[in-house]
């Protein structure tokens, strides 16, 4: 019997215990964990009315070491999902150690205090899970996650080497509202405002945010604006294919939110360092969240399509080749399945398969593990299977940008 762990009650959670109760053949028992219980029984009444699977539901503070490893001890799940905020990471994980179960997220550690996320916090508990006899697996979403899968399923299909990589976000989505984010907005907001940086020749390249900007015609979106920044997996990548010479992360956004985004950086809402407010010390973009709309409100109003991919050039028997492998995804048809829009959905199904490749011991090992370790085809099967449907398309020639 599988038993799960699911911690975060956010669109992506809700998303990833949908796709496991469809799923019971693989996870037997799931029970979704979140600082706010009534968040998680809402989302179980979602489950059983959708699947007729039902889960247990419990209040956690993910914060708190010894309260996980006393839900743990409780649960007995054979793997936890940790779908909370990143700055949780490291307190799951130590959690996981001390109570022996196998830990998974979607998202890489980040201090609350600083904008900065790397895995170099998280790669330093190899030696502790290896000697555990435990798995970490870092970034099952869609990026990092599925882009990083894509690479690697390129490498070993398509290219013999892979020269540069290009992964394209694009959010075609709508909802209507002046500004909104389509995940957390705090971690939206960190990421959009941070430098942009790639790796080039052997070394980052650094640059002022959003300052790179390219148009790209995205298949079933059409015509958008997308930026330079930096994202996570381009560590990663960078680590594991030491080949490739160029990686970059582009993302679409559109004028209005770009609009919204430079006022509010300009009078000082999107600062993570605190400040005195009527006697009492908050946050600035903490309170920015409280009055955004909730990302998992979004689905019954977002229109329109996602479309994720990466391009990679190279070679391949002796010949330079350009392939492109990517993901539409839809919101109203996600919305119409789980109850979430594309984007929790492009990263819940990811987290599902992640961990559904490792309770059938698909994918094995002790230590931490980030994806493009591991071998790409079941879980490029299962994009197949489950909701995330991937093509291949091999390009004229290299793209312009």
């Known amino acids: 019997m599988s038993k799960v762990l699911v911690i975060g009650a956010g669109g992506v959670g809700s998303v990833a215990v949908h796709k496991m109760a469809m799923n019971a053949d693989i996870f037997s028992h799931i029970t979704l964990a979140s600082r706010t219980k009534s968040k998680c029984d ?47 990471d490291l307190n799951i994980m130590d959690a996981c ?6 830990y998974l997220d979607t998202a ?6 600083e904008a900065k996320f790397e895995y170099s916090w998280q790669w330093a508990y190899q030696d502790r899970f290896r000697e555990a006899g435990l798995m970490a697996l870092l970034g099952s979403g869609f990026d990092p996650g599925v882009t990083s899968v894509f690479t690697t399923y390129t490498r070993k299909h398509l290219l013999d080497r892979i020269d540069t990589l290009d992964i394209l976000d694009c959010n075609g989505g709508e909802t209507g509202l ?34 790179h900007k390219q148009v790209f015609d995205f298949d079933q979106v059409g ?25 970059r992360f582009w993302m679409t956004f559109g ?9 509010l950086e300009n009078i000082g809402m999107t600062r993570i360092e605190p400040m005195m407010f009527q006697g009492r010390e908050i946050i600035p ?19 329109g399509k996602t479309n994720i991919g990466t391009i990679a050039t190279g070679e391949k028997d002796g010949k330079a ?38 309770l059938t011991g698909q994918w094995t090992g002790a230590g931490v593990f980030n994806m493009e370790q591991l071998d790409p085809d079941p879980f490029m099967d299962m994009l197949n299977q489950h909701g995330l449907p991937w093509k291949v398309r091999e390009l004229d020639a290299p793209l312009a940008f």
């Open 108 to 113: 890489n550690y980040e201090p609350r205090d």
């Open 97 to 102: 150690l001390e109570a022996g179960v196998n």
């Open 178 to 211: 002046p500004f909104a984010t389509n995940f957390n907005p705090e971690i939206n907001l960190r990421e959009v405002t941070a430098p942009s940086r790639h790796w080039e020749n052997g070394q980052w390249i650094e640059g002022p945010a959003l300052s």
């Open 321 to 358: 080749r350009t392939v492109y492998v990517n993901n539409v995804c839809d919101h109203e048809e996600a919305y119409a399945e789980t109850g979430n829009q594309a984007v929790s959905y492009t990263t819940g199904v990811p987290a599902m398969i992640g961990a559904a490749l490792m």
């Open 223 to 247: 015509p958008k604006n997308m930026y330079l920044m930096y994202h996570e997996e381009l560590e990663s990548l960078a680590k594991f294919y030491p080949e490739i010479r160029r990686i």
């Open 42 to 88: 809402a989302i179980a009444a979602s489950v059983r009315q959708r699947t007729g699977v039902s889960i247990d539901t419990a209040q956690l503070d993910a914060d708190d070491v010894q309260a996980t490893v006393a839900l743990l001890r409780a649960v007995k799940p054979a793997l936890v999902v940790n779908l909370a905020l990143p700055y949780q």
């Open 285 to 303: 973009i903490e309170f920015l969240k409280a009055l955004l709309p909730e990302p998992a409100s979004l689905g019954p109003i977002t229109r």
């Open 255 to 263: 004028d209005s939110y770009l609009k919204h985004l430079e006022v």
